[in-house]
């Protein structure tokens, strides 16, 4: 999965529908675990479950390349920083959290 949502396209093509089909189908893992996570709870996102399945896939290319790339060696490792990364990120996507983070700066 992770492979083909970061990697070039290579050989195929980005319009190819069964190249767009397996990307969207990829990238659904993380929107069906928002949209689960929403409608077991009482959150209100800031977005839809698809945009912020985007959002989380950018952080998560973000991590995931430092890593691989060797560069995650002058302070904090993957370990450290994916937890607190994708606690921002949630608390950031939430209407409820995104106040009481505003309120409390105040």
């Given at each position: 999965?992770?492979?083909?949502?970061?990697t070039?396209?290579?050989?195929m093509?980005?319009?190819d529908p069964e190249f767009v089909a397996a990307k969207l189908a990829?990238?659904?893992?993380?929107?069906?675990v928002i949209e689960a996570v929403v409608e077991?709870?009482?959150l209100t996102l800031r977005a839809d479950a698809f945009t912020t399945a985007h959002l989380f896939w950018v952080a998560a290319?973000?991590?995931?390349?430092?890593?691989?790339?060797?560069c995650l060696v002058v302070g904090r490792t993957l370990d450290e920083l994916s937890p607190v990364l994708?606690?921002?990120?949630?608390?950031g996507m939430v209407e409820e959290a995104s106040g009481m983070v505003e309120e409390e700066s105040s």
């Open positions: 999965m992770y492979e083909l949502l970061y070039d396209t290579g050989a093509s980005e319009t990829t990238l659904s893992v993380a929107q069906r077991s709870t009482s290319h973000g991590l995931v390349s430092l890593q691989k790339g060797g994708f606690t921002a990120l949630s608390i």
